[in-house]
Structures are given as C-alpha cells and as structure tokens.
C-alpha cells in the first residue's frame, strides 16, 4: 500500500495563485508573438496546390497522373558536399546546429518527424507534463538553422521515411516511406514505395531499441519505453488497469494482483519511471479511485545488481533506495533475474536464495538494455570481417565507423573504440626491464613510470598495485604475466565505454559538425582533434519532487537536487515554445494535478 503524499492541496493553491499572473503575462506575450509570426507567414508566402500553380502558368494538368520522377538528391547541384543524416534524436539535431550550410547540403531521414526529450518521457507517460511539451517538430528545427545561419537558399531537406540498406561502395542509401498513406511513384511499369540518397558524408545516429536478452515472453507482455507511441500504450494500459481493477465483481485478491505495477530495470529509466509513477499514484489516484483500489496498489523495482542507479556513486544507490522504500513504499528487489514473462507474472530468479518465485502485475514496464536497429545491423556486415564482432557501430577517435571511408556514428548505436594499454604492455615491459632478466624490480618500474607518466598519466596507478603484489607474494619483483594484470586492471579502471545517454549523444554531435567543417575547409587529410567526452553530471528523479544527482564530485540529493534538475532541462529544451510549455505544465499539475482520464 503507498503512503499518502505530505504535500497537502492547500500550499498547492496558494503558490498557484502566485504564478498565476505570470503565466497570463507570458501567455499573452506568447499570443501577440506567434499571431504576428503567423500573419507575417501568410502575408509573404502564399500556399498554393501543385495543380494551382500549373493553372497559373497557363499549363494543363492531370490530377491522377503519377510520372514524377523518383526523389534523388543527386539532381542538386550546389557544388557543396552532401550530408546525409539519419535519425531526428539528439545526435542528429546536435549535428545539424553546428554544420556549417555554406559548406553542405543536408538531408534528414527519419521515421519520424520530431524530435523527442528523451529524458522527460516518464514525467509525459504520468501527465506530470504533456507530450506535446517535450516533441519539437524536425521542420521548426529546419527553420531556426536557416534563419540562424541567413541562408534561406540552403539545401536542407527532411525525408519521413526508414533507411533499410546502406551501400558503402556506391555511396548511397535505400529508404522507403513506412507511415500509414504511401503516395506509390510510377517507375515504368512498376510502382514504387523506394527512394536512394547519394552522400559524400553519412552520419548513422539511429539510436537504438530495447534488448530483451532472448527472454521468454518479453515482447509479448512487457512496455518498452524509447519512443512516443510506447509512452502512449503504456499510459493507456495504465490507466486501463486502475479501472479494470475497480470492476465491483473482483475479489480482493484478484485486484491486488491486477494493481501490481512492475518495473525491470533499476538504472536511470526505470528508477525515474517509478518515482513519477508513485507521484501519479499517491497525488492524484489516490484522491480520484476508491479505497478498494488505492489501498490494493504496488510498485515492485527488479534490478540484477545490488543497487539501484549502480552506474552513479554508492550514496547515490542508497539514498534512491532508502526513498523508494520508507517513502514511497516500492519494494525493491535486487540481486534478481528476471527468466521469463508470462501473461500476467514475471517469473525471478533470486541469487541469493537460488529459488525462482512469480510476481504478479497489471502493468510491466521493461527498461533494461539496448539492442541494434535492423539498418545498424545491415551495415555491420557490409564492414570488412575484423570489424564485424560488435553488434553496435565501432567508431574511432573522430567517430569515422572503421572500415569504411566517410560513414560516421554516434549516439546509442555507436561505440568508441578505445585501444587499452594492454596492447602495449609487451613494450612497456621490455622498456621497463632495464637488466634485461624477464622481471620487473620496484626501482625499474619507478624509473618507468617517472618516463612515461606525463605521456600517459594512468600509468602512475602502476606503483600501488605492484605494492600489493609485494605484500602478498613476499617477492621484491612481478612476472611479465602479472605485469600484463597490473595493465588490464588499469584499462578497465580507465577505459569505460560511454554511457548510452543524451549527453553523450549530444556532445558526439557537436563535435562531428565541427570535424565535417574543418575537413571541409581544410581538406580530407587535416588531421583533427579526437572526441574526448567530458561528462558534466547525471541526474534521477525519484519522486515527491526529489531527485539525486551526481555533479563533478558532488553528490546531492533531495529538493535542492530537484529544481536543479528541473533547471536544467529547462534550459536544454530546443525552444522557447518548449520552455513556455514545460513552465505550464508543471504549474498546472502542481495546483490542479495531473489528468487521469484515457483519451
């Protein structure tokens, strides 16, 4: 059963009452502003039908005919270079705001035509904040670059449609348009759903899908959670379990099973997912259902590892988990693999007891792991045989996918390849046996560290390990073999893989638009700085407007945590539209709550 909310309706009203007067202002500063931009639209640029404007040139025209030549971006001839983008998530928009259009045509390709605030999804699921607050459509991102850049004749150009197939050798990809109304080409005898982009550059920033592991039953009766139409089926399923269970002939048992609400996945998403959904349930279900459903309701977090948000600080884990369960009362359960999901139970297994046990629900939410899209594991087999052993895009140090000449990846589908100090360690060895007799003494390891330490500082961990070694051999040297150990430890300690986050994707971005630029000015063989990242902080919301967040060395937890993080995707929305409607959103909820009907 979950706690009452502390936050009473009352202080709720009055601070609304405050924000009230703002928000008329900004409202009626957001009406004058967008009907003078609509006024101006409309007085510049008259919008006119295809057969119009064949009537206005004096031409006949026939409605059904259908030989319009097949779109190919080969038919532009700007001289520029021409960048292929596919994907409209945060590392495709982050390339196209620092691509210089004076050097490139641009083309986008993307199922869909919007971008999405990844990070906001759970709070949109919930009604925290609506859909259309976190959505920005690619076309208004087109408007602002070209505006930005006063280059009202650049090529950029958005396509709605899937890339299938990417020939490297031709330089071209083959896409086809998947919505629900396909205009068909005529192409001889034949029509045609297909198109092909030629490029001189093509940026793979596809993301990636949910991983279910090869477990049983997993996309038959679980939720993903990585996209808008998810989001959707499971705020319907949601809201279709609170009134189902309210059903008068159910027993009490029945309903307790149905109202059990479980979430695979401890990391950043799913921690996040069960803070809002506590917040919707004690907030606003709470006061809305009856007391047979509230009082049936639970919130189960499954997690494999031994804490929750196991990738930030332990404090941080601990904090998360103390909320979670003296508070808002989830009940979490680590150190559990989930073996299966059947209709209506997920099926554990508990390391630490070696039983198997069935935890029923109504609703099952899986946010654990990622997996390759179809185009990214296409491409990986077209790569030379070395290169094909990751599932995932191997990029370099620029993020050129290796093994090929102008292909480029990054976000979640992509990963760095990071050559460790292990691949040296032969060398090292040989440069640090100054006696020649195949061990290394603590004063030839002192030595070599003194020479390389500035060239590599990570090697200055050397010297504590081999202390250990010392101390618990009883021997004043190390074999090449435990030598190469010292070496993996400090690779694994050093050389992480990137975390599959916004921030990541969004750096990488930046970064790839100022490589294509220099190497457009300056020619294909100018040598350029490698990607370094440097992470700027993590955040998670854990509900009753509180959040933990690890900033440099800092750990916070709690309110002051939350309008940090709140602050800052404020500040990260794409525009102002966005801002004004998020600053809406979480007024509106905070006096009148969050809408729990299904529509």
């Known amino acids: 059963m979950l ?175 998947t919505s629900g109304y396909v205009v068909k080409h005529l192409a001889g005898d034949k029509l045609e759903t297909q198109f092909e982009l030629v490029y001189d550059k093509l940026v793979v920033a596809v993301g990636a899908i949910s991983n279910t592991f090869g477990v049983k039953g997993v996309e038959q009766n679980t939720f993903p959670m990585k996209e808008v139409k998810d989001a959707l089926l499971i705020r319907e399923r949601m809201l279709d379990v609170l009134e189902s269970a309210n059903m008068p002939h159910l027993s009490e048992e029945e309903r307790k099973k149905s109202l059990q609400f479980v979430v695979v996945g401890g990391g950043a998403c799913g921690v996040e997912f069960a803070g809002y959904l506590t917040d919707f349930l004690m907030e606003d279900v709470r006061k809305q259902y009856p007391k047979t459903v509230v009082d049936n309701i639970s919130v189960v977090v499954i997690q494999s590892g031994d804490h929750v948000l196991n990738t930030m600080d332990k404090r941080i884990s601990e904090m998360t988990e103390k909320e979670f369960k003296e508070a808002r009362s989830i009940n979490i359960k680590t150190n559990s693999r989930v073996v299966e999901v059947k209709e209506n139970e997920v099926v554990l297994y508990d390391k630490e007891t070696k039983q198997t046990v069935g935890i029923p629900f109504g609703l099952c939410i899986w946010t654990t792991g990622i997996s390759m899209p179809e185009i990214v594991k296409t491409l990986v087999k077209k790569l030379p045989p070395d290169v094909r052993k990751d599932r995932s895009l191997t990029v370099n140090e620029n993020l050129k996918v290796i093994g090929t000449d102008n292909i480029y990846s990054i976000g979640d589908c992509s990963k760095v390849h990071q050559p460790g100090l292990v691949e040296k360690y032969e060398d090292f060895f040989e440069q640090a046996d100054l006696n020649n007799d195949g061990k290394l003494s603590a004063i030839e390891i002192e030595k070599f560290v003194k020479l390389k330490e500035s060239e590599i500082p990570q090697l200055s961990h050397i010297n504590a390990a081999i202390t250990k070694i010392f101390v618990k051999t009883g021997r004043e040297f190390v074999t090449k073999q435990e030598f190469k150990e010292i070496i993996q430890q400090i690779d694994a300690q050093h050389y992480r893989p990137l975390p599959s986050t916004a921030q990541v994707a969004k750096a990488q971005g930046k970064y790839l638009a100022d490589e294509l630029n220099q190497l457009a000015k300056e020619g294909e063989e100018t040598k350029v700085e490698p990607f370094k990242y440097k992470h700027l902080g993590s955040f998670a919301y854990i509900g009753g407007n509180h959040s933990v967040a690890e900033l440099g060395g800092y750990k916070v937890g709690g309110a002051v945590a939350w309008y940090l993080y709140r602050g800052v995707y404020f500040s990260k929305q794409l525009s102002w539209k966005n801002r004004y409607g998020l600053a809406s959103d979480w007024m509106k909820t905070f006096v009148f709550g969050r809408d729990t009907s299904r529509f």
């Open 3 to 177: 706690k009452p909310s502390l936050f009473s309706r009352r202080s709720r009203k009055q601070l609304g009452y405050l924000l009230f007067g703002a928000s008329l202002v900004g409202g009626g500063f957001s009406i004058v502003y967008f009907n003078n931009r609509k006024n101006n639209m409309f007085n510049n640029d008259r919008l006119i039908s295809p057969i119009q404007a064949e009537e206005d040139a004096g031409k006949p025209i026939n409605a059904s005919q259908s030989t319009v030549k097949a779109i190919r971006n080969g038919d532009h001839k700007t001289g520029k270079k021409k960048l292929v983008l596919l994907g409209a998530g945060w590392g495709s928009v982050s390339v196209l705001h620092d691509i210089d259009l004076n050097l490139y045509d641009v083309y986008i390709v993307s199922p869909r035509n919007y971008f999405i605030f990844t990070p906001m999804l759970p709070a949109a699921i919930v009604g925290t904040v609506s859909m259309q607050s976190i959505i920005e459509p690619i076309r208004s991102v087109i408007e602002r670059k070209k505006k930005r850049d006063g280059c009202k004749d650049c090529v950029i150009d958005f396509y709605e449609a899937e890339c299938f197939d990417i020939d490297p050798e031709k330089q071209t990809i083959k896409c086809k348009d």
